[in-house]
T-cell receptor, first 111, second 115 residues
Framework: SQQGEEDPQALSIQEGENATMNCSYKTSINNLQWYRQNSGRGLVHLILIRSNEREKHSGRLRVTLDTSKKSSSLLITASRAADTASYFC???????????FGQGTRLTINP | GAGVSQSPSNKVTEKGKDVELRCDPISGHTALYWYRQSLGQGLEFLIYFQGNSAPDKSGLPSDRFSAERTGGSVSTLTIQRTQQEDSAVYLC?????????????FGPGTRLTVT
């Protein structure tokens, strides 16, 4: 079964608005990662946040991690049409390099 | 440098036939992963290779699925006696040696259609 679960499953916003996606997981982790997937093909790594970090930034991306709630959020600021994609969170169990992916959030940015 | 490559990009096969899917990881990456993604769904873990260690096969859905990794590099995923429910995109990923980063680098995938 998938450990990470994203919500919402789908999100549609206007270009320029901010998009927030959430991820919940069940077991202790070493780190949590966010990936983007265009057109149902290969995934692209966006950002990794370690279990001892609470917030991380990369360009227009901001990720938070709350290990007490076993949840993370991905914020994309000033969204662009090119941000339209599916976004997945992925977690690793402590002691394992294997990642477990959630079902993803389908983000649509309307011009 | 070159990324992860997969071949073929698309494969259409008849039910009951065997198929082989190939993955070339990034040079120097010791870990290699196979995932399956059905339409509109998340990634389902299949199998994981790490260096010379025994592979983690815990995600293989049935004994019709097998994978090998030769020389610690190229990997082949084999599906025997394909069924229609095997239709999906099969994604391969690789990552650097353990302890450096757990970031995975994905190939473009092979879209398998079983008719």
């Amino acid at each position: 079964s998938q450990q990470g679960e994203e919500d919402p499953q789908a999100l549609s916003i206007q270009e320029g608005e901010n998009a927030t996606m959430n991820c919940s997981y069940k077991t202790s982790i070493n780190n949590l990662q966010w990936y983007r997937q265009n057109s149902g093909r290969g995934l692209v790594h966006l950002i990794l946040i370690r279990s001892n970090e609470r917030e991380k930034h990369s360009g227009r991306l901001r990720v938070t991690l709350d290990t007490s709630k076993k949840s993370s959020s991905l914020l994309i600021t000033a969204s662009r049409a090119a941000d339209t994609a599916s976004y997945f969170c992925a977690t690793d169990s402590q002691g394992a390099q294997k990642l477990v992916f959630g079902q993803g959030t389908r983000l649509t940015i309307n011009p | 440098g070159a990324g992860v490559s997969q071949s073929p990009s698309n494969k259409v096969t008849e039910k009951g036939k065997d198929v082989e899917l190939r993955c070339d990881p990034i040079s120097g990456h010791t870990a290699l992963y196979w995932y399956r993604q059905s339409l509109g769904q998340g990634l389902e873990f299949l199998i994981y290779f790490q260096g010379n260690s025994a592979p983690d096969k815990s995600g293989l859905p049935s004994d019709r699925f097998s994978a090998e990794r030769t020389g610690g590099s190229v990997s082949t995923l084999t599906i025997q006696r394909t069924q229609q429910e095997d239709s999906a995109v099969y994604l391969c990923a690789s990552s650097p040696p353990r302890g450096v980063t757990y970031e995975q680098y994905f190939g473009p995938g092979t879209r398998l259609t079983v008719t």
